[in-house]
């Protein structure tokens, strides 16, 4: 919908009964028809219209906290503690184009730093309290930033582990922030008003491939596909969010901008893990519950009572594509409306994203009786104005012809920090290339078969690990997350055999030897390629996950990259095929004594 269009829909709404909504439907059209509009402005603007400035707005749950632990901010307490940590900021000399760092677990602090900094058009760096110190101090130090704010525990360990505060500039606690009170003047021109492409954010990536990348989030760029979401985002009296995502993520900063925009009071979580998730939806009974599919993945497993989200009409989940077997038991919750009256049964909303494009670019919404499954992660977004896919040679290819995935949208970073190589490598003939692999069909619709690196390359051709573990996940329905990755082959190093690493709920009784049982029997009756060998792990932590939720499938490799070519499992629980097991039989014999002393 364009300017004009919104203006002349405004004019036609305000003679007419608008229905209850929190902030107002009017407010919301009024707030979409602001050019001005954006991600360094959305505070002010709100103030602006928003009638309802000391109602609660945003409740934050600290980590480990239950219901009588929630401290709950109104938009009025947002803007006086945007104003208290601007002033702060000022005193320091933080400017228009520097960069701050913040490393805290607060998930309100986070959200308040990233509205002062803006307000001075400087650019926030947040990172995710759950990144190494050694990490942390590499990536923010890449970023060269006028100061650092962190807990006091990580900022401890945060220049420990730079070994020195040379290249983070000044460091502080955010406890003496927030000690500091409101004294001091704000600078002349306050807030700070954006121009289109100003920068408003470094996003870091999950680091899936190594030290997390540093995308930049520009104010026009950052909010283009959110604008329309002013209108379309649950808003009814009733509704209420469960936010889950990492407040100091980008997607857990957009959430919170979009709650403050259009009213809709919403339970900030410092907490990811699914069960803490389900304690919380007991007495919080939220509409809308926002996660990645990690969360979702165990809510599914391990079981949430339907009491619990008996209200929940929509899960919305982005980043990597949710997997089937997860989707299908939470669609079962909940509720949905149809014919006037409220009917078993909720939606899932799936968006495949990345932070370098700022959002969702392609969609799926899933509901009891949907079948759009196989890896398909729908349509692109309406604000994706192209989607392809290219061959490593950079040719278009057609409908089914698996590739690279690439869209052309308003919404792409304005480029990685300090590093226009990256930035080019990431394009193509003006597209963004995401990263994954995959195709569409003929009816548009797009598939993700895997990310780049992930790709499992054998002697029968390439397989993908991602539809590889839809079909384990529903061979196995006590699995609460699956990871297919390479392994190197026993009869020939240069190429890779496909393995599976499985976490199950608790209690199960099944071994490693009839779970690959049962899951090669499910892959051989889907005509793919089986898995040489399975490997159970126990704990949450077993299998390595980076700080925005996603698999780190190169630690995953990394550990298990040799599990078919010794039979030394260290205490582990595996299970090979026959085929694996001769293959190093054959390799025991034929190997050198001398060598396998020496490794």
Not at 204 to 224: M, V, W, Y
Request: net charge negative; glycine share 10%.
């Amino acid at each position: 919908m364009n300017i004009r269009s919104l203006q002349r829909h405004l004019a036609s709404v305000r003679r007419m009964k608008l229905g209850p909504s929190h902030r107002g439907f009017r407010a919301r059209l009024e707030l979409v028809s602001e050019r001005s509009l954006g991600v360094g402005t959305f505070l002010w603007h709100t103030l602006d219209r928003a009638a309802d400035q000391d109602a609660p707005l945003l409740y934050h749950l600290p980590r480990g906290g239950g219901e009588k632990d929630v401290r709950v901010f109104t938009l009025a307490d947002l803007r006086d503690a945007t104003e208290r940590y601007a002033r702060w900021f000022h005193a320091a000399g933080v400017v228009r184009g520097d960069r701050v760092g913040i490393y805290s677990g607060d998930g309100i602090a986070n959200f308040v730093h990233f509205m002062a900094l803006n307000s001075l058009g400087a650019i926030p760096a947040p990172v995710n309290p759950n990144m190494a110190p050694h990490i942390a101090a590499r990536y923010l130090k890449r970023l060269e930033p006028r100061g650092v704010v962190a807990d006091a525990d990580r900022l401890d360990s945060l220049v420990e582990a730079a070994e020195s505060p040379d290249g983070l500039g000044f460091t502080v606690a955010q406890e003496e922030v927030d000690a500091a009170g409101s004294a001091g003047p704000l600078p002349v021109g306050y807030p700070y008003m954006h121009g289109d492409h100003d920068p408003v954010l470094i996003a870091h990536s999950s680091g899936t491939t190594g030290l997390p990348k540093a995308p930049i989030l520009g104010h026009r760029q950052f909010f283009a596909g959110k604008r329309p979401r002013i209108l379309t985002m649950p808003s009814g009296v009733d509704d209420r969010n469960l936010l889950v995502f990492p407040p100091s993520h980008g997607s857990g900063l957009s959430y919170m901008m979009m709650a403050t925009l259009t009213g809709v009071p919403t339970l900030v979580m410092e907490e990811q893990r699914g069960p803490a998730v389900a304690e919380v939806m007991r007495w919080w009974k939220p509409t809308v519950v926002i996660a990645f599919p990690i969360t979702f993945g165990e809510l599914a497993a391990l079981g949430v009572e339907p009491s619990a989200a008996s209200r929940v009409t929509t899960w919305l989940s982005t980043a990597d594509a949710s997997h089937e077997a997860h989707i299908r038991e939470l669609v079962r919750l909940g509720r949905h409306r149809s014919g006037g009256k409220w009917r078993q049964g909720s939606r899932y909303i799936d968006g495949l994203a990345s932070t370098e494009v700022g959002m969702a670019v392609f969609q799926n919404i899933h509901g009891p009786d949907t079948d759009a499954y196989k890896r398909c992660v729908g349509h692109p977004e309406p604000i994706v104005e192209e989607a392809t896919v290219y061959d490593e040679q950079g040719k278009r290819l057609g409908p089914n012809e698996i590739g690279f995935i690439a869209v052309k949208t308003p919404t792409e970073t304005l480029g990685y920090w300090n590093d226009p190589d990256l930035t080019h490598r990431s394009k193509h003939d003006g597209f963004w290339l995401t990263g994954d692999i995959g195709y569409y069909d003929e009816q548009g619709r797009f598939y993700q078969y895997d990310r780049v690196t992930d790709v499992i390359h054998t002697a029968r051709g390439p397989v993908y690990s991602l539809p590889t573990e839809e079909l384990v996940l529903k061979a196995c329905r006590q699995a609460v997350d699956c990871v297919v990755a390479a392994a190197v082959s026993p009869t020939d190093e240069e190429l890779s055999e496909p393995i599976a690493v499985i976490r199950l709920a608790e209690p199960c009784r099944l071994t490693s030897e009839e779970l690959l049982s049962q899951i090669n029997g499910a892959l051989r009756k889907a005509g793919t390629h089986e898995v040489s060998a399975v490997v159970l792990v126990k704990g949450e932590n077993d299998i390595p996950l980076g700080v925005t939720g996603k698999v780190l499938k190169r630690e995953v490799r990394s550990a298990y990259e040799k599990v078919l070519l010794s039979d030394d499992d260290q205490g582990l629980d595996i299970a090979r095929t026959r085929a694996a097991r001769n293959s190093l039989s054959s390799r025991a014999s034929t190997s050198d004594p001398r060598q396998d002393q020496a490794v």
